[in-house]
């Protein structure tokens, strides 16, 4: 049974910052990769960021690089999402995803968070 519990949206402005967390309740946490989604109103869920289980190999779509990382903390079950330099276009519900591999993690995930929403004023 793979939980995960995400944190830290909120509303703010343009050019803000955030920092999205999800912690996961599964054994071996450090064995798998994680990985960030997001869905916009009315549109499909997209890729935003993955973290290979080590940490040392990172992915993300090419709207957010530069703005977004992705990182985590093995000891703490938990990867992160700092979000800088937010724009309009990246309001949505970002999910918490877990899977065994970058690959799986980036296209087909098997585990869902419940979603936390962010939300960016212009």
């Known amino acids: 049974q793979v939980q995960l519990v995400e944190s830290g949206g909120g509303l703010v402005q343009t050019g803000d910052s955030l920092r999205l967390s999800c912690t996961a309740s599964?054994?071996?946490?450090?064995?798998?990769?994680m990985g960030w989604f997001r869905q916009a109103p009315g549109k499909e869920r997209e890729f935003v960021a993955a973290?290979?289980?080590?940490?040392?190999?990172?992915y993300y779509r090419d709207s957010v690089k530069g703005r977004f990382t992705v990182s985590r903390d093995n000891a703490k079950n938990t990867v992160y999402l700092q979000m800088n330099s937010l724009k309009p276009e990246d309001t949505a519900v970002y999910y918490c995803?877990?899977?065994?591999?970058?690959?799986?993690?980036?296209?087909?995930?098997?585990?869902w968070g419940q979603g936390t929403q962010v939300t960016v004023s212009s």
């Open positions: 995803v877990v899977d065994v591999n970058l690959a799986k993690v980036a296209n087909t995930p098997n585990y």
């Open positions: 599964v054994r071996t946490f450090s064995s798998y990769a």
């Open positions: 973290i290979s289980w080590g940490g040392g190999n990172t």
